[in-house]
């Protein structure tokens, strides 16, 4: 799904948060909701409503290095097959 007008404002706002850290990740809280920093800049960048299963993999496995450059979208299931497959992904 693509991102609507307000969607584009709300990350945009979330953005001017200062990020919490949360289990390793930056995240943003916002009206008792959690949003993963990387999630809403990969959004933002593709101009898409990310799936249930499309998880924002950071390519050098530092949970908190959001640079754009830095992410990509996996498949859940392939995700979790590489972090099996003994390599040290951290999502
Ligand atoms: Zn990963």
Do not use: C
């Not at 706002?13 to 990969?42: A, C, E, I």
């Not at 959004?43 to 950071?58: A, D, F, G, R, T």
């Not at 979208?73 to 951290?90: C, F, L, M, T, W």
């Amino acid at each position: 799904m693509v991102v609507t007008k307000e969607e584009k404002l709300f990350f945009e706002h979330l953005l001017t948060l200062t990020p919490q850290k949360h289990n390793g990740y930056l995240v943003f809280y916002f009206r008792r909701k959690k949003y993963k920093r990387s999630r809403v800049l990969m959004q933002l960048k593709l101009n898409k409503i990310l799936e249930m299963w499309e998880i924002v993999h950071h390519k050098n496995e530092e949970k908190t290095d959001d640079r754009i450059e830095n992410l990509e979208v996996i498949d859940v299931s392939v995700h979790n097959s590489n972090h099996h497959a003994g390599k040290r992904y951290s999502k």
